[in-house]
């Protein structure tokens, strides 16, 4: 959800308010990939990288990820099951404040039953992260390390592998984002900052799967 910043600083405003519109736009855009039948709709939030960011900025984020992860009676209402994917809590490279945690687990288990899209969140996630730590939980298992005890081992296995990537506000390269399953993907580039990425441009997105 790259261009909050640049979205912000061309209307002169500080680099928090474009983060906030980006989380309205995001319950925006749930709102209309439910109404284009996609099954599973997963977005990068936060990065094991972000977190250099100044701090101010960092406990923003942090409180749009709670708020975001509050929005269960939406959620209910479109049938949106929740899920978060990241570094396991509990493992020590783990960054992910407890009242986050709280919001992430509440979220994920009161929308459960939700049976329509999956929404899924990536926070404090990065793929090389996913990959290391999936790499050793086969090794450690004893299992010979092959494509399919890798997969088995990643923080969502049952995660589908991605049809399309799409990178927004003109970035033209590969993020830290589901690298494992994002092998094959075709990727949809657009000028679109975050805050404005609208109907139009998801459906341009999914042109390419026609
Ligand atoms: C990318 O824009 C945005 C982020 C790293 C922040 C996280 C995303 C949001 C707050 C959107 C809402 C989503 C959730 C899940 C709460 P940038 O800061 O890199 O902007 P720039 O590329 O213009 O500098």
């Known amino acids: 959800m790259d261009g909050n910043g640049r979205w912000a600083g061309a209307r002169g405003l500080p680099r928090t308010a474009g983060h906030t519109e980006g989380e309205e736009n995001l319950a925006r855009l749930v709102r209309v990939a439910v109404t284009r039948d996609i099954g599973w709709l997963t977005v990068f939030g936060f990065s094991t ?6 701090r101010a900025e960092v406990r923003h984020i942090l409180g749009l990820h709670e708020k975001l992860f509050g929005r269960v009676a939406e959620l209910n209402e479109l049938d ?6 990241g570094r396991p809590f ?7 404040p407890r009242y986050v945690q709280r919001a992430i687990r509440k979220a994920v288990a009161d929308t459960a039953h939700n049976g329509g899209m999956t929404l899924t969140v990536a926070f404090d996630y990065g ?7 999936a790499v050793r939980a086969a090794r450690a298992s ?6 399919a005890t890798i997969g088995r081992h ?5 995660l589908p592998p991605v049809d399309v990537l799409v990178r927004t506000s003109g970035e033209h390269r590969v993020s830290n984002f589901l690298l494992w399953q994002s092998a094959g993907a075709k990727i949809h580039f657009c000028d ?19």
Request: hydrophobic share 45%; proline share 11%; aromatic share 8%.
């Open 49 to 54: 990288e972000n977190w250099v960011r100044p």
């Open 80 to 85: 949106v099951r929740i899920q978060w994917i």
């Open 90 to 96: 509990d493992s020590p490279e783990a960054r992910t």
């Open 127 to 133: 793929g090389r992260a996913e990959l290391m730590a």
């Open 142 to 147: 004893g299992e010979p390390i092959t494509e």
């Open 154 to 158: 990643l923080y969502l296995p049952d």
């Open 192 to 210: 679109t900052p975050w805050p404005d990425f609208g109907a139009a441009d998801l459906d341009a997105a999914l042109e390419l799967l026609t």
